[in-house]
């Protein structure tokens, strides 16, 4: 064992150094080295400049852990519990404890434990906790001290829920080889996990009903006084102690305070190491997906059979949306779609509370009509970045789509007819949510005004969305090299200031193309109000999406030369 931690730390270091060689080797690129100089600035302004200001205010960082401890800590602890459930229900595996394709080739066969090579696994991603610990230490507003103390937290709570999820994957293998009787006893933790939470979701329920209408500190001390104690408080114990490190208020505290969440860890690991023997079959199932992921997208196992005919006539435009939309249906799954729709969930339920608690509104039916809201503006201003059946998309395939005998300016715009209309399709579907509990959202307005306003976010949506995708696209008609191709993304300094730098002009041209509308619009509104009142927001909304789809069509237009201009050795293939 102490043979395979050395050979597994220098494995470790050595891929480490390689990696940091490459990043350096490739800034002699000037791409790569502008991603560098603006992701450098851009950390020097946020984050780097707060070091200063947070040793002044370090006495107010004590006071303020101090005084929010208790609740931060019951409610950190309630969410990790409700993590650690739901990580048995989501339909993908783990991959911390599936061993490379020449791990598998050379280190399954070797003379080596498989115990040795699930440290060797944990041990192997140990870089990637520790960057995104000191990275979210960054974003804290303490002095240098309270940074640290919040890195060796995050890093812990980082490190126990990593092996706790392998754990879970490692399991599933366990299961699907064993006998039934052994699969009850291998089920068993997520039995567990799942009574617990809705021990915890109770006590929850009480203590937020009774503090309703009360403010944020009386929220958090009756949640804490609901979860201290009975059988609520007995389950949260250990989850409790791995969150206990980040609330801190010293060194000392900190040190003490870390045994806790080690001991934790130790029973995390202990129970992987007695899963060892499902090694193999991680192994197989890693194999499998890697020798499915290689196949050409046609051919690949598991595609839905989608009836969707094309018609023998049409537009060029209208083959590309028939193609993208059968990519869509065929290929999309729910491992794909659940990190899309838990974020939407979140931000609707954060947004929705926000807006009741600022808007003074109460009831279900607000709440539902807020969260409905929160849901249609996520679809038209974050939706156009996640849905990339475009061009985008088929980056890898342009030297065969460049051969098709069909004009650029129509693929161009053939390419923005599916995601326009399957992401206008999911915000008019919420905004119809919204129209339906309207009146409870906004008592204090009348139904002309209310649904005025509704009729002109339908309208204004699917312009919003397709200027949005339009300029995404022409990004990756102009900038091939910095739109990231499959599922990985480019990591390292330089590739996060790509995309700061695409994210800036994706922001100017939005402004630039949706202004000259707005303008219009608003004008429009200030002529019509003492004829139709609030009405006019609808034909004002008209307006400014017919010039919004006009320069759609003028920039698609202008972008054809640049698409015919495209280097095929300028699109970078995944790392």
Request: aromatic letters at 8%; glycine letters at 8%.
């Amino acid at each position: 064992m102490i043979r395979m931690l050395q050979a597994s730390a220098y494995i470790t270091l050595c891929s480490l150094k390689n990696r940091a060689r490459l990043r350096l080797r490739r800034l002699r690129e000037p791409r790569y080295l502008l991603g560098a100089v603006v992701a450098a600035a851009y950390l020097r302004a946020t984050f780097f400049a707060r070091v200063q200001g947070g040793r002044r205010g370090a006495a107010r960082e004590i006071g303020v852990i101090l005084a929010w401890r208790g609740g931060l800590e019951a409610v950190a602890a309630a969410a990790l519990l409700a993590l650690a459930a739901a990580a048995w229900l989501l339909p993908s595996d783990s991959t911390v404890f599936e061993p490379s394709p020449a791990e598998t080739d050379f280190l399954l066969p070797a003379p080596v434990t498989r115990r040795a090579l699930l440290v060797h696994r944990l041990i192997r991603s140990q870089i990637s906790l520790l960057f995104g610990a000191v990275v979210s230490a960054l974003f804290v507003p303490f002095a240098a001290a309270g940074r640290l103390r919040t890195a060796g937290g995050v890093y812990v709570l980082f490190l126990v829920m990593r092996v706790y999820v392998g754990g879970v994957s490692l399991a599933r293998a366990r299961s699907r080889a064993a006998s039934s009787r052994a699969r009850l006893v291998l089920w068993a933790p997520f039995g567990i996990a799942l009574a617990a939470a809705g021990i915890v979701a109770a006590s929850l329920a009480r203590a937020v009903s009774s503090a309703a209408g009360k403010d944020a500190a009386a929220v958090l001390a009756s949640i804490e006084s609901a979860i201290a104690a009975g059988p609520a408080g007995l389950v949260l114990l250990p989850f409790k102690a791995i969150v206990r490190p980040l609330f801190a208020a010293s060194p000392r505290e900190f040190i003490v305070r870390l045994g806790g969440a080690l001991l934790v860890l130790a029973a995390a690991v202990a129970w992987v190491l007695w899963s060892d023997d499902a090694l193999e079959e991680v192994a197989e199932a890693g194999r499998a997906r890697t020798i499915r992921d290689r196949r050409p997208a046609l051919f690949a196992p598991g595609l839905r059979r989608v009836s969707l005919p094309l018609g023998p006539a049409g537009g060029a435009e209208m083959l590309l949306f028939w193609k993208n939309a059968l990519q869509t249906l065929r290929g999309t799954n729910l491992a794909q779609v659940l990190p899309v729709l838990a974020p939407l969930a979140a931000l609707a339920v954060a947004g929705g509370s926000a807006w009741m608690a600022s808007a003074g509104a109460r009831g279900p039916a607000a709440a539902f009509a807020a969260g409905a809201m929160g849901v249609a503006a996520f679809f038209v201003v974050v939706g156009p970045q996640i849905v990339r059946s475009d061009l985008r998309g088929d980056l890898p395939q342009l030297d065969l789509l460049k051969t098709w005998p069909v004009g650029a300016a129509a693929v161009l715009r053939g390419e923005l007819l599916w995601p326009t209309t399957l992401l206008t399709a999911a915000a008019w579907a919420a905004l119809a949510c919204g129209v339906v509990f309207s009146e409870a959202a906004y008592p204090d307005l009348d139904a002309t005004t209310r649904l005025s306003r509704f009729g002109a976010a339908f309208v204004l949506a699917p312009g919003l969305i397709a200027a949005q995708l339009t300029i995404h696209n022409g990004a990756a008609v102009l900038f091939p090299a910095w739109v990231p191709i499959g599922r990985q993304r480019p990591r390292g300094l330089d590739a996060m200031g790509q995309r700061l730098i695409l994210f800036a002009g994706v922001l100017l041209s939005l402004v630039v193309m949706v202004g000259p509308g707005a303008i219009a619009g608003f004008l429009l509104v200030l002529l019509l109000d003492r004829f139709i009142g609030p009405l006019a927001l609808v034909p004002a909304a008209v307006l400014c999406l017919a010039m919004i789809v006009f320069e759609i069509g003028a920039v698609t237009g202008l972008l054809a030369g640049a698409y015919d201009r495209v280097d095929l050795s300028e699109i970078e293939p995944p790392e």
